[in-house]
Every structure is written in structure tokens, then in C-alpha cells.
């Protein structure tokens, strides 16, 4: 059974910015492409970006130059450096394992003066 677990959220100003974190359980952790996606209110979930085994990474156009994702295998974790945030970013923030039905419980980005 694999687990994962997504925190770093909170409230932040227009420009500011966070770090996600995804804990995820489980032996193989290194093996899977990992992916953040964002739930805003009355909006379908969307994914924000991706890294694979190997490091190579994808992000959607709205956060490319201001969000970076990376992992640490050896912590079963994946982050998202969100920088430069803006309201439209505000949504709650879960972290999937590519195209499994594993998910986490969210996290909440609330981006607001």
C-alpha cells in the first residue's frame, strides 16, 4: 500500500513563496514519475508539473520560470518551489504518482493580500 502525504501550505502574498513537500511510502518510490496537480474552486484538477525517474522535468505553461519541482529518492519526497505567486495559483496542491490511483489528502495554497 502506498501512501503519500502532501504539506508546505498556507497563506501567502501576492509574490511570495512556498514549499510543497510529498512524503510517499513504499520500496520503489524512486522508480515512479511523480506529479503535482491544483484543485481551484469550480475548476477541474490540472496538472502543474512532473519529473520522471530520472530527473527530467515538465511544468504547464502558467508556472514555468516561477514553480520548480525536484525530488529526493533517498527521502521518499518530492517538493514544489513555488515562487513569484499569484492570487490565480491559490488551490489545493496534490502530489499522484503517474497514472495511479494514488493520491494524497491535499494541501491548501491560499495566495492573497
Known amino acids: 500500500q502506498v501512501q503519500l502525504v502532501e504539506s508546505g501550505g498556507g497563506l501567502v502574498q501576492p509574490g511570495g513563496s512556498l514549499r510543497l513537500s510529498c512524503a510517499g511510502s513504499g520500496s520503489f518510490f524512486s522508480i515512479f514519475t511523480m506529479d503535482w496537480y491544483r484543485q481551484a474552486p469550480g475548476k477541474q484538477r490540472e496538472l502543474v508539473a512532473r519529473i520522471d525517474s530520472g530527473g527530467s522535468t515538465n511544468y504547464v505553461d502558467s508556472v514555468k520560470g516561477r514553480f520548480t519541482i525536484s525530488r529526493d529518492n533517498g527521502k521518499n519526497t518530492v517538493y514544489l518551489q513555488m515562487n513569484s505567486l499569484k492570487p490565480e495559483d491559490t488551490a489545493v496542491y496534490y502530489c499522484?504518482?503517474?497514472?495511479?490511483?494514488?493520491w494524497g489528502q491535499g494541501t491548501q495554497v491560499t495566495v492573497s493580500s
Open positions: 499522484n504518482i503517474k497514472g495511479s490511483s494514488y
